[in-house]
């Protein structure tokens, strides 16, 4: 039976993308999305991936939500979390493990990936709140890693550079310009390139792998 995965902001962008390349590799996928109802039957019409409305900032609602998942899908073993404010991604990453957690104890399997940021990793004038988030959610993996390690559960984050995605794209020219002159492979990253990443460490052979962090980000901050 093919494992339920929940991608949080997973109809659009990178989350877009990493739902599209889990149902690829043989999983069952739930997109969780917060407010574009059209957008997300868009999405999925276009891709098959049933998707579910819900706030990741809301304690309750995600218990709701991952309860809604198993009751159409099945028990939830594989956590996927890409969102992008401050509520979202600190309250959003408890939140979700919290609801998704004691199954995966009880089942003594879970993946869970959170999705970080350069940003989160270097600072970035202008981005106090987005840096603040983005950097709480590489301390948040570490700890977690430690309590699911002898339960069978890994987590693991990823620290995306600069993508290309609507969020890039709404950055004026001149600016994009400069950010990509500061990456040494001298382009953008794509969704794809972070979707792949997510494949790799929610992969049943990736046990040994957990409290780490994988920077894709073509060389731009290397630590």
């Avoid at 999705?115 to 988030?133: D, H, K, L, T």
């Avoid at 609507?166 to 990456?183: H, N, Q, S, T, W």
């Avoid at 894709?216 to 630590?223: A, D, E, F, R, S």
Wanted: aromatic content about 6%; hydrophobic content about 45%.
């Amino acid at each position: 039976m093919a494992r339920v995965a929940i991608v949080t902001g997973g109809t659009r962008g990178i989350g877009e993308a990493i739902s599209v390349a889990l149902r690829d590799a043989g999983m069952t996928v739930a997109a969780n999305y917060a407010g574009n109802d059209e957008r997300a039957r868009a999405f999925t019409e276009r891709t098959g991936i049933k998707a579910f409305k819900w706030d990741v900032s809301d304690h309750e609602a995600c218990i709701a939500g991952v309860r809604a998942v198993e009751a159409e899908l099945g028990p939830v073993e594989v956590l996927v979390k890409w969102q992008e404010v401050i509520d979202t991604n600190l309250g959003g990453c408890f939140n979700m493990a919290k609801a998704a957690w004691d199954g995966m104890v009880a089942r003594g399997y879970g993946r869970i990936v959170n999705i970080g940021s350069i940003n989160g990793q270097a600072g970035q004038y202008g981005q106090v709140n987005y840096a603040a988030a983005k950097s709480g959610i590489h301390g948040f993996t570490k700890a977690l890693a430690q309590e699911g390690a002898r339960a069978g559960i890994t987590v693991n984050a990823i620290a995306p550079g600069y993508i290309d995605t609507d969020m890039v794209a709404a950055v004026p020219e001149d600016v994009l310009g400069k950010i990509v002159a500061r990456i040494p492979v001298g382009r953008l990253g794509r969704a794809d390139e972070i979707a792949r990443g997510v494949v790799f460490l929610v992969d049943e052979n990736a046990g040994f792998v957990t409290g780490s962090t994988l920077s894709i980000n073509g060389g731009q901050h290397m630590y």
